[in-house]
């Protein structure tokens, strides 16, 4: 694995032409996908500024072009008219200011004032490398430009450590007034989340407090990507608390989840029903955004994840390019349960059906399963007549459902555990499994459960095996997303 210096991973990008050779060699990569967004070259992390703006959804991703490596960030834009099709529009953000000298860092869109506004973490570093962070406004420009607001709209709370970031913008209709959150660590090591208001989005940001959140005041010790979505009327606060471990993921220690509760802006303060649920029951999610509710899709709450995790080392670092993000989800509440279900418009990328006699699958494709809800067990990617594979099972007897990554030839990030499990109380009747080259989705119960996973099957790793209480039917899926070399 290649050591990077401080240098080579902070080089400011001055020339596209510096990168074309690596877009060009990593084109030819097996695991480039086909319908989910990949990095232009090196690394991609978290989903940012995602929303809806006149006719086009903007979607950018953290951006490192030299490699699969956590350096100088950039905001690449993507955008799509159908939330399936998607193309490279280039570099948005760049980190050319003094405020952030050292990455554009996270955070979120606000749609519905004549454009989209951007609202970021710009992260300083001094010459001693000691970290700031300023929340910083960009207008995203007719042209696809980012028009930086003269300052930022405020800098770092002094009382907390440097980890201050990824700011979410709000509005709240019943105080009438916009919020950033911010993901914090307090000075004695514990996360948390900054509260920021002003009466109109754009100036007069005050600090207002931390938010409250009862039961989870030493809950890991820095809390990322904070976000409080309202879903079918219920109040959702999402956060990646780091550095914890939960029971069931293995030695797995940064994690993106969620609590149901009810938000009070006035008293600052988030009540949550019940304990905290991972979002995805899968090895590779994290960062998860959700589009800016407008107009448009007031009615359907969209997310987006990072399909990766920090600190985690893949297979394709060594052809410096990392990352990819998950398809488009809609999130639902049914009952005290957060479901979600991919997009409907996936299945206009359905091409031929596979036929039933089959002996391998296409290395894209969508898979639909009809399940009774006795014993069943599923194959992917198996080899030499049936041997190994990505194993997906269900045991009635204990309503466990299981994925099993242990038996590919290429393992990697074992220490977050190779087996994930979750007891399905109701059973198991229907799954939706996505694949493209690298990646695999699998929804459980339209969306009771869903378990992400990036894989890295070898050539000879193409055959499937189903057998027990389950119908499939697959289809190939359709080249979506446009590898253009755009900067
Ligand atoms: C989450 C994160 C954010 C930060 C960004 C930097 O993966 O660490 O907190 O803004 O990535 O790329």
């Not at 991609?44 to 979607?59: A, E, S, V």
């Not at 919020?179 to 900054?194: E, F, H, P």
């Not at 709450?301 to 488009?328: K, N, Q, R």
Request: include cysteine.
């Amino acid at each position: 694995m290649k050591t990077w210096t401080r240098e080579e991973r902070y080089r400011v990008l001055k020339d596209p032409e510096e990168i074309r050779p690596l877009h060009d060699r990593i084109a030819a990569s097996p695991y480039r996908q086909t319908y989910h967004i990949q990095p232009v070259t090196g690394l991609l992390n978290d989903p940012n500024g995602f929303g809806y703006h006149d006719g086009l959804w903007h979607l950018f991703y953290q951006w490192c072009p030299w490699g699969a490596v956590h350096g100088l960030k950039y905001w690449y834009h993507v955008t799509s008219t159908d939330l399936i099709t998607w193309k490279n529009e280039g570099v948005c953000v760049k980190p050319d200011t003094e405020w952030d000298n050292k990455g554009a860092y996270s955070g979120s869109a606000l749609a519905g004032h004549g454009s989209l506004y951007l609202y970021y973490t710009g992260n300083h570093r001094d010459s001693d490398w000691t970290r700031k962070s300023y929340t910083c406004l960009v207008r995203l420009g007719e042209d696809g430009t980012a028009q930086k607001a003269e300052a930022p709209l405020f800098g770092p709370n002094p009382d907390y450590t440097e980890h201050q970031r990824d700011p979410k913008i709000i509005h709240d209709p019943k105080t009438q007034r916009y919020y950033i959150l911010l993901g914090a660590q307090r000075k004695d090591k514990t996360g948390c989340c900054l509260v920021y208001t002003s009466k109109e989005p754009f100036s007069g940001w005050l600090f207002l407090g931390e938010l409250k959140v009862p039961g989870f005041e030493d809950f890991g010790d820095m809390w990322e990507c904070p976000s409080i979505e309202q879903i079918n009327g219920q109040d959702i606060l999402l956060f990646c608390p780091q550095h914890l471990t939960i029971p069931g993921r293995g030695n797995a220690r940064n994690h993106n989840g969620y609590l149901i509760g009810h938000m009070d802006y006035e008293t600052l303060t988030f009540t949550p029903i019940g304990r905290f649920h991972v979002l995805d029951r899968g090895f590779d999610s994290y960062a998860a955004e959700c589009a800016a509710t407008i107009h448009h899709n007031k009615d359907r709450a969209i997310l987006i994840a990072w399909m990766g995790l920090p600190d985690a080392v893949y297979p394709t670092d060594d052809e410096d390019w990392s990352g990819c993000l998950t398809l488009p989800r809609v999130l639902r509440m049914r009952g005290r349960r957060l479901i979600q279900t991919p997009i409907e418009e996936l299945k206009l990328l359905r091409g031929d059906v596979v036929p039933q006699d089959a002996k391998t699958l296409p290395r894209a494709c969508d898979l639909e399963l009809h399940c009774g809800g006795q014993d069943m067990e599923l194959h992917l990617f198996t080899r030499d007549g049936g041997r190994g594979g990505f194993i997906i099972s269900y045991d009635h007897e204990h309503q466990l459902f299981t994925v099993d990554r242990s038996h590919m030839k290429r393992r990697f990030n074992n220490g977050e555990g190779e087996v994930r499990k979750r007891v399905l109380e109701n059973g198991l009747q229907q799954l939706r499994i996505f694949i493209d080259h690298s990646s695999i989705e699998i929804f459980v119960n339209d969306g009771d459960a869903v378990f992400t996973s990036r894989i890295f099957p070898k050539e000879e790793e193409t055959g499937y095996q189903l057998s027990g209480d389950a119908m499939m039917k697959a289809w190939q899926m359709r080249s979506a997303v446009r590898d253009d070399f755009v900067i």
